[in-house]
């Protein structure tokens, strides 16, 4: 989710209100699922308790069932590499990854939707999911998104937006006011759709950068806590803003090419909170200015097909944590968790569907 620094992009004409409601509301269902499959499970909304899996269904209804495929973010890209502590962030946490040596990382791109054969400029959000294994075999992973902010900051509204974008059986889109209106009765909403007013797809997964979005808590050896929200941002990639070209493939053509070329870098940046910036809800961006650590670089060397790669069956549940890395109250955190563990049972059932794929 991403939290920091998101990537400057050209000044273009503001849309207008009206304007920005109707792209909203073309896009419905994919907006909806941008991050993917959050539902709150434990028992606050009762007495219609809605679970993981009725979520993970609604998923499906408004995407369609894709046999073996993520049920959000389906269509995507295994990566591999490894993180180079600065130990900058020593003084804050003792997880390991945060020493001085190399972590292997196992990562995947991706485009938020359950379709795994979206177009790559369907959309302007692009994600990048990590895991760290530790020396000491503790596991650190988490999922980031280039926008800066999530649209709302509860499992609710999730939900409700989500039901906003569904399908109508008729004509197999989202009811033409319902996303609208949607916004119109959030006003948390506000920041997140400003971004989209500019927003376009990009050329390039390696040129973007990617935030954290939630809140979590760095505890170093005295028992510290450090609330924190971390993102990447490119080093020594092109700058982003190039147009996306017309082909449906483009993202992953162009990280093979510039892989070919040598190893992709970002630099690893923890943002620390202060007093009374808010650490349970992803709407909200924390004020410019904070002390931002450097917690290292991120290093990619190569990459692999999502249906037989190494990222295809790990699960990136964003509360697997190391020690010296804790969750927030936030509750999407636990909701992600929840619906996560849904997708993934459902879709390692049916990974012999898989098709095969062919890389050079």
Not at 166 to 184: L, R
Not at 197 to 206: E, L, V, W
Not at 243 to 255: G, K, N, R, S, T
Not at 333 to 341: G, I
Request: glycine content about 10%; overall charge neutral.
């Amino acid at each position: 989710m991403v939290d920091q620094l998101p990537p400057v992009r050209p000044a273009t004409p503001p849309l207008s209100p009206a304007s920005v409601l109707l792209r909203l509301a073309g896009i419905g269902g994919v907006v909806a699922v941008i991050l993917g499959g959050f539902y709150y499970v434990n028992g606050t909304l009762d007495p219609q308790r809605l679970s993981p899996g009725k979520l993970v269904n609604a998923l499906e209804h408004n995407n369609g069932v894709h046999p073996g495929y993520r049920r959000n973010h389906a269509k995507g890209l295994c990566v591999a590499g490894y993180f180079e502590g600065s130990g900058a962030a020593q003084g804050l946490s003792t997880a390991q990854v945060f020493g001085t040596g190399r972590t292997p990382v196992v990562g995947r791109f991706a485009l938020p939707s359950g379709n795994p054969y979206a177009p790559d400029s369907s959309v302007p959000i692009r994600s990048f999911a990590l895991r760290f294994t530790q020396a000491n075999g503790q596991q650190w992973r988490t999922g980031m998104n280039s926008m800066p902010v999530f649209p709302v900051g509860t499992p609710e509204a999730f939900y409700q937006m989500l039901q906003a974008g569904a399908p109508e059986a008729a004509t197999g889109k989202p009811a033409p006011g319902a996303m609208p209106a949607f916004f119109a009765a959030h006003p948390e909403t506000a920041a997140f759709l400003q971004w989209v007013k500019t927003a376009k797809p990009s050329a390039s997964y390696a040129t973007e950068s990617y935030n954290g979005i939630n809140a979590f808590y760095l505890v170093n050896a005295a028992g510290q806590r450090q609330a924190v929200r971390w993102g990447v941002v490119p080093l020594g990639q092109d700058a982003p803003g190039a147009a996306a070209p017309d082909d449906a493939d483009y993202l992953e053509q162009d990280l093979d090419k510039r892989l070919a070329a040598g190893p992709l870098k970002w630099q690893f940046n923890l943002t620390l909170a202060e007093a009374g910036d808010p650490t349970t809800d992803a709407s909200k961006a924390w004020p410019a200015g904070r002390k931002v650590v450097d917690a290292g670089t991120l290093v990619l060397v190569k990459a692999q097909a999502q249906n037989d790669g190494e990222c295809r069956d790990i699960n990136y549940d964003p509360l697997i944590l190391p020690s010296g890395i804790e969750g927030s109250a936030d509750p999407l955190l636990a909701a992600r968790s929840a619906a996560y563990a849904s997708s993934y049972v459902r879709r390692t059932s049916e990974v012999d569907q898989l098709p095969k794929e062919t890389r050079p």
